[in-house]
């Protein structure tokens, strides 16, 4: 085939010699570049042949077409992705991914701001820790934040400076495609409150274990008080505000793992309605409140049902549960201690205690075993006085 071309290509030479005799140069001329792009048409996907035959204007001609078919080829950009194709690279993408995919065009700041892709991270980080108080209180911060951002605008708009803003404003959203910022606001709800977390700016309900042990309180061992917490991004660890007869308490550098979301509704100055006390047998575990005096917070506490003084602790022979009354043991503190024990009644428990012992309120029983090996993991290796 390649002997059949040049053959060709040197008849076609000396025909076009005869031609620029009879038919002038400009026949010649137009009758050449007609061929030549016929040859640069056969050859265009071939550029080893080119650089053989040796055709200086033909080989510019097919580079140029080729370097136009690989620039095509370098347009094509993430967006001609299929939606799925698309959603699928999205779902794999960290946070902090999203965030930079969002800032790249309108289209993929709708995309990369859907509810659905960060739910799965505010479920992964934040499930555990994010309860219903800390959703009502974000509703609560969203509401806030939007009552003081209209005060604003109506304060803007009562100077012309205000009203400029406003004009300036809207030009500028408009031209990145987003007239509507009502829009991108509702659409990436569950975005604004992650970033809002991870930034530490949002302060939440939580309960701390074992409040300010590491400072040296041990008299706090195997509690749970309720505070107000943010996350501190640059140390993966919490700040946690704890409310002190008027004063707050500040704790830093608080690990994962002695937080939790609240486990009732109640308010840590409210005294729990107790529900499980008919069910409260030996060997229960179980949480209670207790406060130092009237003015504090209850905090909850972990304890094991004990055997009443009348039983000799034998479970065949043990009638605790059907007596009116309860042990509750505390068995971080030594045998004789005033913190050790306690008994209540079955039927009519309210808050008991004084001054001197503190306060104890409702009753929480443990059924998780979850629950119960996360008090156990907190337990000290030495019992307290």
């Not at 010699?17 to 640069?40: H, P, R, V």
């Not at 701390?208 to 400072?215: A, G, I, L, P």
């Not at 039927?347 to 156990?376: C, M, P, Q, T």
Request: proline share 3%; glycine share 6%.
């Amino acid at each position: 085939m390649l002997f059949f071309l040049v053959s060709c290509f040197s008849f076609i030479l000396l025909l076009s010699k005869s031609w620029k005799s009879t038919m002038g140069d400009i026949s010649n001329i137009w009758f050449c570049e007609d061929f030549l792009k016929f040859l640069a048409s056969w050859f265009r996907k071939g550029r080893n042949t080119i650089s053989y035959l040796n055709l200086p204007l033909m080989k510019k001609h097919v580079e140029s077409k080729l370097e136009n078919v690989e620039k095509k080829e370098d347009e094509i950009s993430l967006l001609d992705l299929p939606d799925l194709t698309l959603e699928c690279i999205f779902e794999r993408l960290p946070p902090n991914g999203l965030c930079s995919m969002a800032a790249v065009c309108s289209y993929l700041r709708e995309k990369c701001t859907s509810d659905h892709l960060w739910e799965k991270h505010m479920k992964e980080k934040w499930g555990a820790l994010i309860g219903s108080a800390a959703y009502r209180e974000w509703q609560c911060y969203i509401a806030s934040r939007n009552n003081d951002s209209l005060l604003e605008n109506s304060r803007k708009k009562r100077d012309l400076l205000g009203k400029f803003s406003e004009i300036r404003k809207f030009l500028w959203n408009r031209s990145k495609g987003n007239e509507d910022n009502s829009k991108v606001r509702s659409s990436s709800a569950i975005m604004d409150w992650y970033l809002s977390l991870e930034s530490g700016t949002f302060w939440f309900s939580a309960q701390v274990f074992n409040r300010e042990v590491q400072n040296g309180h041990v008299g706090f061992t195997l509690s749970c008080y309720d505070a107000e917490v943010s996350y501190d991004c640059n140390t993966n660890t919490f700040r946690a505000r704890y409310p002190s007869q008027g004063r707050r308490i500040v704790e830093e550098n608080i690990e994962w793992n002695r937080l939790r979301a609240p486990t009732v509704d109640t308010p840590p100055y409210v005294l729990h309605v107790s529900d499980c006390l008919s069910d409260l047998k030996p060997d229960d575990h179980f949480e209670i409140q207790w406060r130092k005096s009237k003015e504090f917070a209850y905090g909850w506490w972990y304890g094991v049902v004990g055997h009443l003084e009348s039983c000799n602790g034998n479970k065949l022979n043990c009638h605790c549960h059907s007596s009116d009354t309860v042990l509750l043991e505390f068995k971080q503190y030594t045998p004789g201690s005033r913190w050790r024990q306690i008994v209540i009644n079955r039927k009519e428990h309210r808050e008991v205690g004084n001054e001197a012992d503190g306060f104890y309120g409702g009753i929480r029983k443990l059924y998780s075993d979850k629950e119960i090996s996360l008090w156990k993991s907190l337990c000290p290796s030495s019992t307290l006085e």
